[in-house]
């Protein structure tokens, strides 16, 4: 039995601190369930459930479902410029440029501490061009969707890079003769492999969870989509906000099974077999 580790909880205390926030999450949960089996005559039933489902009001609800793919192609194309461009100049400032740090440090603040209606003032001239060279498209959010996530990206895969000691492992790759596109992919990657899930994670939920650019821009997207539903059919507009919110909790639990350091296949307290030497 391990000893305990001085100034760490308990683990009943750890557990009931786990349970008292887990609970304090899952109130407005139950209430939003709660307000989506209410039904109009009174009683509790899944009819607003199985309207959402139901053919008949796929032409009612066109806007919602136009909107969730416009979010999910949005997720997909926004991670895609965290991925192939933000994380590899992130990597290579900090191995090649490190005096460069502190001012990218300093920029990808901008997006937290410059509110949302006043970025919106700024992206309004772009998309004027924009519309006129390339159209205006929902797809065209993910360029300023790539702006707000920035702050977020750069400190997930920033932290791994100064944990891992990423300066030594690309030295040594390169002293072996490997380029830097492999540095990159088979070095660096693997090392930060917490980091760009996290990205991605906070990316995904970010995007699917964006209101005010997507509506002062009037792009279709689930946010939107949800508020102009939410007129006509709030059941529907709070039973699809439960759906979204269960399933970001889902890809945060497969984020933080995937992520975890590698087990041990050896058991605890066991030493490595040694090879006998050969008898004479």
Same mark, same amino acid.
């Given at each position: ?27 407005? %949960? ?78 990808? @603040? ?8 006043? %970025? ?122 439960? %759906? ?10 497969? @984020? ?25």
């Amino acid at each position: 039995m391990s000893a305990r580790v001085p100034g760490r909880p308990s683990r009943g205390v750890a557990y009931a601190v786990v349970s008292l926030i887990g609970l304090v999450f899952l109130i407005p %949960l139950a209430a939003m369930l709660e307000f989506t089996l209410r039904q109009t005559s009174g009683g509790y039933g899944l009819d607003h459930w199985a309207g959402l489902f139901d053919p008949e009001n796929a032409r009612t609800y066109r806007p919602l479902f136009q909107g969730l793919g416009n979010s999910f192609a949005l997720a997909a194309l926004t991670l895609a410029i965290v991925l192939g461009v933000f994380a590899p100049t992130i990597v290579l400032v900090h191995l090649r440029h490190p005096r460069l740090e502190r001012a990218l440090d300093l920029l990808t @603040v901008l997006p937290i501490a410059i509110p949302a209606i006043v %970025l919106v003032v700024g992206f309004a001239p772009i998309y004027r061009v924009l519309g006129t060279m390339v159209g205006s498209g929902a797809w065209t959010l993910s360029l300023a969707y790539g702006v707000l996530v920035l702050p977020f990206a750069y400190r997930a895969i920033a932290a791994d890079l100064q944990g891992i000691d990423a300066r030594t492992r690309a030295e040594a790759a390169r002293s072996l003769g490997a380029g830097w596109g492999a540095v990159l992919l088979r070095v660096i990657a693997p090392g930060v492999r917490r980091g760009l899930l996290a990205a991605s994670l906070l990316t995904i939920a970010i995007v699917l969870g964006e209101f005010t650019v997507s509506s002062l821009l009037n792009r279709m997207t689930l946010q939107t989509a949800l508020l102009q539903i939410s007129k006509s059919d709030p059941f529907v507009a709070v039973a699809v906000s439960l %759906l979204s919110l269960v399933g970001a909790f889902v890809v945060l639990l497969l @984020v933080s099974s995937t992520g975890g350091a590698p087990r041990r296949s050896a058991r605890r307290g066991s030493r490595p077999s040694t090879p006998q030497e050969p008898r004479s």
